[in-house]
């Protein structure tokens, strides 16, 4: 069983991945970004908390994700956010019981400067508590 949770932790199944989640992937490869992963544990039980996933270029177009955004959106949560030099669209949403929060900020003057964070919150939910 802790095998099988230190998996889910690290690699989604596909079922629960979406658009966002598949393009992050693919761009990570790529060699004009900077991907980053960090993975919360519990100390005591080493058990996964929480994982964030960064991408982050300068040489990246934002249309793909912007679109990508736009279409998860219809089923999630969402808030939009525009300064004059950064635009931030946040969706809530939740998959497998576990939340998930997706942010995409870019440069609204330069479409090539984009950064996506995804959030995976695998902490156990209190049943019937109101916190």
Known sequence: AYILL??????????????????????????QSIFTSAVERDPST???????????SKNMNV????Q???????????????????????LTTESQGHPRIYMLRYDPENHMDVEVTIIVNFK????NSKQ
């Open 68 to 90: 990508a955004f736009e279409k998860e959106a219809q089923t999630a949560d969402s808030q939009l956010t525009v300064s004059k030099d950064k635009t931030t669209l946040i």
């Open 46 to 56: 080493r058990a996964v908390i929480k994982v964030v996933n960064t991408l982050k």
């Open 63 to 66: 249309y793909p994700f912007k």
């Open 6 to 31: 230190l998996l889910a932790g690290t690699a989604l199944p596909a079922g629960a991945q979406n658009s966002i989640d598949r393009m992050v992937k693919k761009y990570s490869s790529a060699g």
């Open 124 to 127: 156990k939910q209190p049943k």
